[in-house]
């Protein structure tokens, strides 16, 4: 594997390549993003990966400092899954060599709601840093995580509004053996908040099972699990049934119809931010 630093050694080592897969992280990689490489691996050649801690979507008491920078280690797994052949990590001067003063804006409606209602200018910070990403790396295919099911929505509509020549392509979450969607902020918590942590996910699967038994009311389904969780020691920023195509809240018909439907959810415990969804059909 090839570790570019520059933006010219990265031009250097693509020029000519017609069938670039990309995945762009933040770093501190565990088996979720070697899982996005192995995908990326399926749908092109050469795989190009990339580690950025981009500043731009961190809010201002947010965790950009102290976010989990691990380069070396990061290095040896993809060394070791054989899955990469360039990675990218660039510093902030690479990217940011002046003010970012041309950004993207994703519109209220998507990019507003949950994930944007309580982290604002997150998305316009991931939207920037992608479409960066992309004008550097130029690929034909880019793998992204549903475990950050807003965030690849986003994506894929920001190529899409953009007509970028890249095909977005989603990679299903990866989790623990007790259900805890695998993420790097993970290694915040304590030995007791891991051992709480995977309450988050079966909330979602109590949603899930209540809904495909029949259960019709979206509102009362959102604040029962929220409900669950608080009285175990968190605190819930959202827990949201939405529609998976828009992300919007189901109406009476979708509920009917079987509509497919995501619930999706932020929570505190202690200091961390964890989040997570599910993928379900009313019954
Ligand atoms: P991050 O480094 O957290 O910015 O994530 C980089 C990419 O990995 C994003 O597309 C994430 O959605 C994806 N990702 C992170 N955790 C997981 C996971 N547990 N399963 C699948 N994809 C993940």
Request: hydrophobic content about 40%; glycine content about 6%; aromatic content about 8%.
């Amino acid at each position: 594997m090839k570790v570019v630093h520059t933006i010219e050694e990265l031009r250097d080592q693509l020029r000519g390549q017609l069938r670039v897969s990309f995945v762009p992280t933040m770093g501190n990689l565990h088996e979720g993003h070697l899982a996005l490489m192995k995908t990326a691996r399926h749908h092109g050649d050469p795989v190009v990966a990339s580690i950025f801690v981009n500043r731009l979507q961190f809010g201002p008491n947010e965790d950009f400092d102290r976010y989990p920078r691990t380069l070396a280690s990061d290095i040896e797994k993809l060394e070791r899954d054989r899955n990469v052949y360039v990675l990218f990590a660039p510093d902030e001067k690479e990217l940011y060599p002046e003010p970012q003063q041309f950004r993207v804006q994703p519109a209220d409606d998507l990019g507003g709601m949950l994930e944007g209602e309580f982290r604002p200018g997150f998305f316009e910070g991931v939207s920037t840093i992608v479409l960066k990403l992309f004008s550097c790396v130029q690929p034909q295919v880019a793998v992204f995580g549903k475990k950050d099911y807003q965030q690849l929505m986003v994506v894929r509509k920001m190529c899409r509004q953009f007509q970028l020549p890249t095909q977005i392509v989603p990679q299903e979450t990866v989790r623990a053996e007790d259900g805890l969607a695998l993420s790097s902020r993970n290694g915040y918590l304590s030995a007791d908040e891991r051992a709480e942590a995977p309450a988050l996910y079966r909330v979602l699967n109590d949603v899930k099972t209540r809904l495909a038994q029949g259960a019709r009311d979206p509102l009362a389904l959102e604040q029962e699990a929220a409900a669950v969780l608080q009285q175990r020691g968190w605190q819930v920023d959202y827990i949201a049934l939405r529609r998976q195509h828009d992300l919007n809240a189901p109406t009476a018909h979708d509920m009917q119809a079987g509509t497919p439907l995501v619930t999706l959810a932020a929570a505190k415990l202690g200091r961390t931010r964890l989040i997570d969804n599910l993928e379900m059909l009313p019954g």
